[in-house]
């Protein structure tokens, strides 16, 4: 098995794909595919109160004794303020979170512990994996990720080109637009939050070419600049899709251009499909 790994950008040093991504798509999608989560963080949660705390800051699924759960806490311009998920084994919260993030999300988890006998610890001996036969990355120790991964795997590109297929948003890397990022500074809010909304939608892009727009992209309406590009992928059967935020009345079918490519507004994302399991 030949792995081709990525070198820059969030996911430096992942499994991009291991020669046929198509065909890991398809096996990822069947449920006959494992994929290599392990260059995300990892860290736990453990103390009485573990359980209850983290209730009481989710947003997304709750916690429960045994199962899985993510959270998400949003700013007040719908950005992500805290994103991270994992599963509870009846004494201990194991968790991971983006590439990147781990120092901003432990630092903002402390400062909302106040009183709750909680603690919190980064755990360098466990490593995230993604089952074949599971939609949810798990924690695991080390020494049994190889085994808990097996001999067939699909690499990021895979599970990526699946994960935006479905209008599944990364935290942190897909939030809305920023002040400045769309030409207008006066842009602001995200998808019912703040003065002028943002609103997510999936992206049909043109495929004739070899040029895939890349995320942050500016996408370009009739009358100017529209929004920004979030994830885009290529699909084993949609071929090139994205998510973009985009501002304004639209409808489905309306022509756009990200970064000189020809784009169409397909339909817009609803918001559980980032809170019932993003990323």
């Not at 290599?36 to 947003?59: E, K, M, N, Q, T």
């Not at 311009?77 to 993030?101: C, Y």
């Not at 495929?207 to 500016?218: K, L």
Request: glycine share 14%; net charge negative; hydrophobic share 45%.
């Amino acid at each position: 098995m030949s792995a081709i790994r990525l070198t820059d950008g969030p996911d430096a040093g992942a499994v991009w794909h291991y020669g046929e991504p198509f065909r890991e798509q398809r096996l990822l999608a069947a449920g006959r595919a494992a994929v290599d989560l392990r260059h995300r963080p990892v860290f736990a949660l453990s103390g009485p109160d573990r359980l209850a705390w983290l209730d009481s800051i989710a947003l997304a699924t709750p916690p429960a004794r045994g199962g899985p759960f993510h959270v998400f806490v949003p700013d007040d311009r719908g950005r992500t303020f805290l994103w991270f998920a994992g599963r509870e084994d009846g004494g201990r919260v194991w968790a991971h979170t983006e590439p990147g993030h781990l120092a901003t999300v432990l630092a903002r988890l402390k400062g909302l512990v106040g009183t709750a006998r909680v603690e919190l610890s980064a755990t360098p001996g466990h490593v995230v994996v993604r089952r074949a036969g599971s939609s949810v990355p798990e924690v695991v120790p080390a020494s049994v990720a190889e085994a808990a991964l097996g001999d067939v795997r699909a690499g990021l590109w895979a599970a990526e080109a699946l994960r935006v297929a479905a209008g599944r948003r990364r935290p942190f890397l897909d939030d809305p637009p920023g002040e400045g990022d769309v030409d207008q500074a006066e842009r602001d809010g995200a998808d019912g939050v703040g003065a002028r909304p943002w609103r997510l939608w999936f992206l049909h892009l043109d495929g004739s070419g070899d040029v895939v727009p890349h995320r942050g992209a500016p996408v370009v309406g009739g009358n100017g600049p529209i929004g920004q590009l979030a994830s885009v992928a290529r699909h084993y059967e949609l071929g090139p899709i994205g998510l973009a935020w985009l501002e304004g009345d639209l409808s489905a079918g309306t022509e756009l251009r990200v970064d000189g490519v020809a784009a169409a507004a397909s339909a817009p994302v609803p918001a559980s499909a980032f809170r019932d399991g993003c990323g």
